[in-house]
Structure formats: structure tokens, C-alpha cells
Nanobody
């Protein structure tokens, strides 16, 4: 049974940091590209960051470039999203996704940036 379980969300003040984790099981994690998406209230889901199977290449949305860092640990079947200098517009539900010929999704974790 495929599972992606996100954790690490919560309430943080503007300028603060959070580290999201996504624990994977039920598939061969190291053979999947991993991505983080987010969906803010009333908006479409958007791609935030992607990391290749070995972690050798990453890509970011322009809105988070220089502030967010995606990483993975294939030994732990986990992908991370380090989020620094958070802004109110980063408020959203954050989802991890495992991408190959099919895409698996987690259920998301809520990040709220507010003073």
C-alpha cells in the first residue's frame, strides 16, 4: 500500500522557518522524482520544488527560489522541504508527490504564516 505522509506544518510568524517532511512507503522511493506542491485557499495547486531520484538536481518555483530547499534521504525514504524567510503568501496546504509513470500524493500538511 502506497503511503506518503507529510508532517512539520504549523503556525509560524513572517520571517520564520519550518521544515516539512514526507515519509514514503509501499513503493521503491529511490526510483521516483519527488516534488512538493502547495494549494492556498481559493487557488489552484502549484508546484513548489522538485528533486530528482538521486538528489543531484533540484528545481524551484520563482516565488520560493532562494528561500526554500528540497532534499531527500533515500535510505530513510523521506523527502524534506526546508522553508526559510516565510511570508504570509506562503500560507497553504503543502503536499508531497512521487512522480514517475504514475503520481502518488500525500494528504498534505497546513502551513500558516501569520503574526
Amino acid at each position: 500500500q502506497v503511503q506518503l505522509v507529510e508532517s512539520g506544518g504549523g503556525l509560524v510568524q513572517p520571517g520564520g522557518s519550518l521544515r516539512l517532511s514526507c515519509a514514503a512507503s509501499g513503493f521503491t522511493f529511490s526510483t521516483y522524482t519527488m516534488s512538493w506542491y502547495r494549494q492556498a485557499p481559493g487557488k489552484e495547486r502549484e508546484l513548489v520544488a522538485t528533486i530528482t531520484r538521486t538528489g543531484g538536481s533540484t528545481n524551484y518555483a520563482d516565488s520560493v527560489k532562494g528561500r526554500f530547499t528540497i532534499s531527500r534521504d533515500n535510505a530513510k525514504n523521506t523527502v524534506y522541504l526546508q522553508m526559510n524567510s516565510l511570508k504570509p503568501e506562503d500560507t497553504a496546504v503543502y503536499y508531497c508527490a512521487a512522480v514517475r509513470s504514475v503520481t502518488y500524493w500525500g494528504k498534505g500538511t497546513l502551513v500558516t504564516v501569520s503574526s
